[in-house]
């Protein structure tokens, strides 16, 4: 079965469309991290400095899937991975 | 046929160039324009650093204007390193802090109209490397390698090595994730900024300086601290808590 360029190229927008779909789990994460930090701070104050680290390390550490996700979109884009066996 | 997504026309570009080819042991080789931001922020560091080298070997009692910012640079690195490896700090200050001050200084030479060197899995993966060494090394190094073969059987006894496969995995995976996190972040800020560059075009004035505030030192500081902070973390633990 034979596919032309075009379709292959409109298919690949859909997939990295899709791809970026990942973004929802880190966005979530990322918002529960940063609720409970604040909850940590208001029990704590004092220990404001250390919170905003861990939470900051913690989020950077969870925003990695969402980038994988991204990744996958801008290969998609503009390395374009699909067309390498077509002409 | 660049007349597909974006591309279409404009000087949107976010790709790597070669700019200049050569023969290496009769591989071709590229001098890309990673190359070039390189040798700029390596320029910017050097000199900064043989400034402030000057500037501290003549260091007065009550230090001056750029001495005080020398020393709070250096002090907050320090002190960053101490309260993340506590006693195993003084042999990783030097490494943490030239890693802390490249990261940074690359992801912020955005600013300066480079493309930034992190934005280049070239430079990132070797930085993710170098820290999948140092680990090896140290748990090679404090550790016999019955407790390694211990430790990579985890869940289970060490006769049983059903998780070994899964555990070489995932000790795979903390150099590709370490170096493609900072790689996307950096990416992606910098996909962002061309896009508002090169789609708006006279409309793009002022306004996104605010944009580079967050994509280029906001995020950038935060990737740094990121790299930093999950290189030391690592390291730490490859070392142990005994001794």
């Given at each position: 079965m034979e596919f032309n360029r075009e379709f292959i190229l409109g298919c690949s927008a859909i997939g990295a469309g899709l791809a970026v779909i990942a973004g929802i789990g880190p966005g979530v994460g990322q918002g529960i991290a940063a609720g409970h930090?604040?909850?940590a701070v208001g029990r704590n104050p004092g220990a404001k400095s250390s919170i905003t680290s861990t939470m900051l390390l913690g989020q950077a550490v969870a925003e990695t899937t969402g980038l994988y996700g991204l990744l996958v979109a801008i290969l998609l884009l503009f390395v374009k991975p699909l067309l390498w066996g077509v002409n | 046929m660049h007349s597909v997504l974006l591309t279409a026309g404009s000087d949107i570009d976010v790709m790597v160039h070669g700019l200049f080819k050569y023969s290496f042991f009769g591989h071709e080789v590229w001098i890309t324009t990673t190359h070039v931001s390189l040798l700029f922020v390596m320029l910017i560091l050097i000199g900064f650093s043989i400034v402030a080298g000057i500037a501290i070997r003549k260091g007065?009692?009550?230090?001056?204007?750029?001495?005080?910012?020398v020393e709070l640079i250096v002090e907050k690195l320090d002190g960053m390193v101490d309260g993340t490896m506590g006693k195993n700090a003084t042999k990783y200050r030097n490494y943490i802090g030239t890693l802390?001050?490249?990261?940074?200084?690359?992801?912020?030479?955005?600013l300066l109209g480079l493309r930034p060197p992190t934005a280049d899995y070239g430079v990132t993966f070797p930085l993710g490397v170098i820290t999948f060494t140092l680990v090896r090394i140290n748990q090679f190094k404090y550790h016999k390698p019955k407790e390694i073969w211990a430790d990579m059987c985890s869940p289970l006894p060490a006769?049983?090595?059903?998780?070994?496969?899964?555990?070489?995995?995932?000790?795979?995976?903390?150099?590709?994730?370490?170096?493609?996190?900072?790689?996307a972040n950096v990416l992606s800020g910098t996909i962002m900024m061309t896009l508002v560059y090169g789609l708006l075009k006279w409309f793009a004035a002022v306004w996104p300086a605010a944009l580079h505030v967050y994509f280029d030192l906001?995020?950038?500081?935060?990737?740094?601290?990121?790299?930093?902070?999950l290189t030391m973390t690592y390291v730490s633990n490859a070392i142990g808590s005994e001794e």
């Open positions: 930090a604040a909850a | 007065a009692e009550v230090p001056g204007n750029f001495q005080n910012v802390f001050i490249f990261i940074i200084f690359s992801n912020i030479s955005g006769w049983l090595p059903i998780w070994f496969p899964i555990n070489v995995i995932s000790e795979l995976a903390v150099p590709i994730s370490l170096s493609l996190r900072l790689f906001f995020s950038g500081a935060i990737q740094t601290y990121v790299f930093c902070m």
